[in-house]
C-alpha cells in the first residue's frame, strides 16, 4: 500500500513539473503585443518571433562582440554560404542585446543544449556550440544539407507553440513510463 501512495505522489509531482514547464514557456515577452528592436551588425530583427519580408531564418547565430571563437564560425559560416545569401537568410544575436537571451534559452531548451558558451548556431534541427574542429564540421555538414534539402527555421519552434508541444510530448512519455512501471510493479 505504501509503494503505491508514493507512486501516486510521484506521478502528481510528474504532472506538476508539466504544468511549471507549460508556465515557463507562456511568458510575457512571448505573449506581449510590443517587441523589442535588436540591432546587430547584419541586420535588425525582432525578438521573440521574427518576421522577415521574405521568409523566417533558416540559420539562427548567437554570438558576443569580441568573441574569438565567434569571429572563426562566422566567417565560416559566411564562406559556406556564398552564393546561397538569397536563399538561406542568417538572423544574428549578440548576446547582450535586449531580448537575445531570452529566445537563446527557449532554443536552447528545445534542441535540448546547454547554452553555456557562444557561438550558438542553430541550423534546422541541428544546434552547434562553440567552434573547434568538429564544431566546424557539424556546421559544414548542416549548411550543405540545408542548401541540398532545405531546413526549417529554427525560430518555428518558438513562434507557433511547438516548443510547448515539444515539452508536453515530454512530459507525457514520462508519465506513460512511470505508469507502464508502476503496472508491471503491481504484477
Known sequence: MRTR???VALLVALVLMGVAAYAQVQTQSATSTVQEQVQTPSQTVSPPAVKPSAKAPMIVVFYEEGCPHCVTMEGLLDELLAGHEEDIPVARYEINAPGSMALMWKLSAHYGVLATTVPLIF?????????????????????GDCIQLGCPSPLEYVEGGKAVLHDFLV????????????????M
Open 5 to 7: 501512495n508514493t507512486s
Open 123 to 143: 541550423i534546422g534541427d541541428q544546434a552547434i556550440v562553440g567552434a573547434g574542429r568538429a564544431q566546424e564540421f557539424n556546421l559544414r555538414t548542416a549548411v
Open 171 to 186: 512530459v507525457g512519455a514520462f508519465v506513460a513510463l512511470f505508469l507502464i512501471l508502476l503496472m508491471l510493479q503491481g
